[in-house]
């Protein structure tokens, strides 16, 4: 599907033409790794006398072949720098986490990553530094007199009480210090740590908190970057709002879609189909100007397969996920169903966060299932490219049943869903578009349909769906 012309202007440059095709493997390193969280970045790994720091990251190598025959296409990492805790409290922008590695571990998984054809995302956390960070440790020491004392934002309305500065901070976060994005000495910072690692052979970045940054900031940041790097992809982290506006008024090439992800498990626990039409009508208006990041799943969140009420339901999750325009992304583990529920205390997030086995071969058989259904709707949007910017068209809705079209173009796909107890006969009036197959993914729901040159008819069996594929 050809961009929109907006979105081929100078002041906002097409996408690179890799991301049309990108489907993300999201991985939270250190939770990955099982490194230390609390704490500072340490020189050895604890519990491992002598051992280098960066033994680490190269446990991730062992995962790669396992990416690429689940159908990704990238691998999205979380914070890996030097931090200290959880990894968006960063110190030292250009230092791999020495809980993680360090330059030469880096080097080696960027060269595996590529090695196999997979394309690296960073994740880059600037809107706001841990409060160990040199910069804020100069100005709590020197005041006024340090030269980095007009780098952050400060908060006249509280009093430090501790002999430092009244720092302003990020959502209430003591310990996670503001940036002041009108200082062009951070623009210029930022810049340099992004040119750094794009440098080095990464392909794009997620940048953290962006909703709390200046647009103008990313703006004139992004624009400088890609003049160096115009093969990298951007795509910021926002919650809620004029997602559209944003974009243009940011450079991003994508924002990360937390409405269309909310709609998916909510309208499925609340069998109320009705929400997830609604969603989809806004997420059109997204497509229609740039592919959004979409997810069931990361590193902030209840896992989806916790989050879903009933098990007979995730399916439904995914068939969304991966049959609607956007970016997909899948979160490490929710390919096998892991379960985790986040909360909203110290260390709420350990669960959604978990270790991993050495490989592969140490996962439970119970996941298998789930991955070999992430593989087949993968190969499903793989065949069908052009998904990358499709709309959705609602054909049928009702609160336990419904049916839509993914369109660009001539092409098209028709999806149904079924939350209810009783059979879905999808009305043949509902303009289901003949000829069609049924697609791989379907035949594994054993759904039966009739095809003709006048009309389909499909009936989806109780809690279950299917994909109709116009050949």
């Not at 309305?157 to 000495?185: I, M």
């Amino acid at each position: 599907m050809a961009e929109p012309s907006f979105l081929s202007t100078a002041a906002h440059p097409a996408p690179p033409a890799w991301a049309a095709h990108a489907v993300w493997w999201h991985v939270y390193p250190l939770g990955f790794v099982g490194a230390p969280i609390e704490g500072r970045s340490m020189s050895a790994v604890p519990g491992d006398p002598g051992a280098r720091a960066g033994s680490r990251l190269g446990r991730l190598e062992a995962w790669l072949d396992y990416a690429v025959e689940l159908g990704c296409s990238g691998i999205a990492l979380g914070p890996i720098f030097a931090s200290e805790s959880h990894g968006y409290d960063t110190v030292d922008h250009r230092r791999v986490d020495a809980r993680l590695g360090d330059d030469v571990d880096f080097d080696h998984l960027r060269g595996a990553v590529h090695g196999r054809g997979l394309r690296l995302l960073l994740d880059g956390v600037f809107n706001h530094v841990g409060r160990g960070h040199p910069y804020v440790r100069d100005v709590c020491s020197r005041g006024d007199a340090s030269p980095y004392a007009g780098w952050f934002r400060y908060d006249d309305t509280r009093a430090a009480g501790d002999g430092e500065p009244p720092f302003a901070v990020f959502e209430g976060h003591r310990q996670l210090v503001a940036l002041n994005h009108v200082e062009p000495a951070v623009a210029d910072y930022v810049v340099d740590i992004m040119d750094h690692w794009l440098d080095r052979g990464a392909d794009g970045w997620r940048l953290d908190a962006a909703y709390a940054v200046p647009r103008p900031f990313w703006r004139t940041v992004l624009g400088r970057v890609r003049a160096g790097h115009p093969d990298a992809w951007f795509v910021g982290e926002v919650i809620h709002g004029d997602y559209s506006g944003i974009v243009r008024e940011t450079g991003f090439d994508s924002l990360t879609q937390y409405e269309l992800w909310k709609a998916i498990w909510s309208s499925c626990n609340d069998r109320n189909l009705h929400e997830l039409a609604w969603a989809l009508t806004r997420h059109n208006e997204f497509v229609a100007s740039f592919a959004p990041l979409t997810f069931v799943g990361n590193h902030d969140v209840t896992r989806i397969a916790s989050q879903i009420a009933d098990a007979r339901h995730l399916a439904h999750a995914l068939v969304i996920l991966f049959t609607v325009g956007g970016t997909p992304s899948i979160y490490a583990g929710d390919e096998q169903a892991f379960h985790g529920i986040k909360e909203d205390r110290v260390g709420g997030d350990d669960a959604v966060r978990p270790a991993f086995p050495d490989g592969p071969g140490d996962l439970l058989a119970d996941g298998w299932p789930w991955y070999r259904l992430h593989q087949d709707l993968i190969g499903l949007r793989r065949r069908h490219a052009w998904l990358h910017r499709a709309t959705t068209t609602a054909l049928v809705v009702r609160n336990e049943a419904m049916a839509y079209a993914c369109v660009s173009g001539e092409q098209r796909l028709d999806v149904m869903l079924n939350l209810g107890d009783e059979p879905f006969v999808v009305p043949q009036d509902a303009g289901l578009a003949p000829p069609v197959v049924l697609a791989g993914v379907a035949a594994l729901a054993g759904i039966p349909a009739e095809a003709s040159a006048a009309a389909v008819t499909v009936t989806v069996p109780p809690h279950g769906w299917a994909v109709l594929d116009r050949r």
